[in-house]
């Protein structure tokens, strides 16, 4: 079961090891031990006289990590992601005329992600033909002034 406490227990250990893990492997202290090990596989070169098991250690060991980590740095990723995602969500959602269509906006198709930047485009269009910086507004704001400005302009 998904709920229940042995399932959440193993989760939040498992959580707490990748962050912990995908913490301290971008520090300083690793990195260093990191090169300190390929120096010293470099150095033993000669005396296992460059064999086929001196190079395999190296290979084995670097694709073992590199294949691991990959996974706990995804999920770092993924949970950062998710993260920023629900305070712009947050952000949107509480912001007097922010276009509330941008929620969830990372769930969308690729289609509807280009329909989207073409009305950012349009909007930043209007933006430079209105000489105004500081002037922002969501999308239908926009079109609603752009709108206006031009009835004023004409008459």
Same mark, same amino acid.
């Given at each position: 079961?998904?709920?229940?406490?042995? *399932?959440?227990?193993?989760?939040?250990?498992?959580?707490?090891?990748? &962050? /912990?893990?995908?913490?301290?492997?971008?520090?300083?202290? !690793?990195?260093?031990?990191? !090169?300190?090990?390929?120096? !010293?596989?470099?150095?033993?070169?000669?005396?296992? #006289?460059?064999?086929?098991?001196?190079?395999? *250690?190296?290979?084995?060991?670097?694709?073992?990590?590199?294949?691991?980590? *990959?996974?706990?740095?995804? +999920?770092?990723?993924?949970? %950062?992601?998710? !993260?920023? $995602?629900? @305070?712009?969500?947050?952000?949107?959602?509480?912001? @007097?005329?922010?276009?509330?269509?941008?929620?969830?906006?990372? %769930?969308?198709?690729?289609?509807?992600? +280009?329909?989207? $930047? /073409?009305?950012?485009?349009?909007?930043?269009?209007?933006?430079?033909?209105?000489?105004?910086?500081?002037?922002? $507004?969501?999308?239908? &704001?926009? &079109? %609603?002034? #752009? $709108?206006?400005?031009?009835?004023? #302009?004409?008459?």
């Amino acid at each position: 079961m998904a709920g229940s406490p042995q *399932v959440a227990n193993r989760t939040s250990f498992f959580g707490r090891f990748a &962050e /912990q893990t995908t913490r301290y492997s971008g520090t300083t202290t !690793v990195f260093v031990s990191a !090169v300190g090990i390929v120096l !010293v596989w470099a150095l033993s070169g000669p005396l296992f #006289h460059y064999s086929e098991t001196w190079q395999l *250690v190296i290979n084995t060991g670097t694709t073992i990590i590199t294949f691991l980590m *990959v996974f706990l740095i995804q +999920r770092a990723q993924n949970k %950062d992601s998710l !993260v920023l $995602h629900l @305070k712009l969500n947050e952000l949107l959602a509480a912001t @007097k005329g922010a276009s509330n269509r941008l929620i969830n906006a990372q %769930d969308f198709s690729e289609e509807e992600i +280009r329909l989207i $930047h /073409q009305f950012y485009c349009l909007l930043a269009d209007k933006a430079k033909a209105d000489n105004d910086l500081g002037e922002t $507004h969501s999308v239908e &704001e926009a &079109e %609603d002034n #752009h $709108h206006e400005k031009l009835a004023a #302009h004409r008459q």
